[in-house]
């Protein structure tokens, strides 16, 4: 099944204790993106990808990195979270380097807690 | 800086009733997109619009671009309590230094029984 897939699910965690988020797809796509929701705010982009070894801030990217080394891998990490990253983060690929004719695959979503 | 903004943010109506959901965008783009959301689950595509005067059915859903008024339009027929979720729009900003979907506010749809 063509999917996007991250993990955790769910995560609580610490004020500065790192984490990372992984993302993987298996559809061979050139594009990825992390986004993440908060209420009233809708989704924003934190980083995207084109393709592997290269990658690109988004509109929020303070206090977060990315890595491309493998095509279908784009894992997020929160090197000292705060709580103001609480928030809902989504993995989101799709096919091809411009504007998505189908749209993106979503991943299922990480629901962070920063405590 | 494009803006993406739906209206309204929340809808509240009655199984059986017709209603519209509105996406208006502030500069030029060819590609709308919308979305659905269950609560605590992902995006799911519902339609993706390529051009002007683009319209798409699917069940009682029924989506349609008008690139020089800059609104896309979601209208919602005989309305049924399985359609309460989210839905988003979404415009397309590539080239450059930008590479993304620009997410509107997201309308919060209940279907009353």
């Known amino acids: 099944e063509a999917q996007v897939t991250q993990n955790p699910r769910y995560l609580i965690t610490v004020t500065g204790k790192k984490l990372t988020v992984t993302c993987s797809q298996n559809?061979?796509?050139?594009?990825m993106s992390w986004y993440r929701q908060d209420p009233g705010l809708g989704l924003r982009q934190i980083y995207y990808?084109?393709?592997?070894?290269?990658?690109d801030k988004g509109d929020v990217p303070e206090g977060y990195k990315v890595s491309r080394k493998e095509k279908r891998n784009f894992p997020l990490i929160l090197e000292s979270p705060s709580p103001n990253q609480t928030s809902l983060y989504f993995c989101?690929?799709?096919?091809?380097?411009?504007?998505?004719?189908?749209?993106?695959?979503f991943g299922s979503g990480t629901r962070l807690t920063v405590v | 800086e494009l803006k993406v903004e739906q209206n309204p943010l929340f809808l509240s109506m009655q199984e059986g009733k017709n209603y519209t959901i509105y996406c208006n965008y502030s500069t030029t783009s060819d590609r709308l997109y919308w979305y659905r959301q269950d609560p605590g689950k992902s995006l799911e595509s519902l339609f993706v619009?390529?051009?002007?005067?683009a319209v798409k059915q699917e069940g009682r859903l029924m989506a349609s671009l008008d690139t020089k008024a800059r609104l896309s339009t979601l209208h919602i027929t005989a309305a049924v309590h399985d359609l309460s979720a989210t839905y988003f729009c979404a415009v397309a900003r590539y080239g450059g230094a930008t590479n993304k979907l620009i997410f509107g506010t997201g309308t919060l749809l209940a279907v009353q029984p």
């Open positions: 989101a690929s799709y096919e091809g380097q411009g504007a998505p004719i189908s749209g993106y695959t």
């Open positions: 619009l390529l051009s002007n005067g």
């Open positions: 559809m061979n796509h050139e594009y």
């Open positions: 990808s084109m393709n592997v070894e290269v990658t």
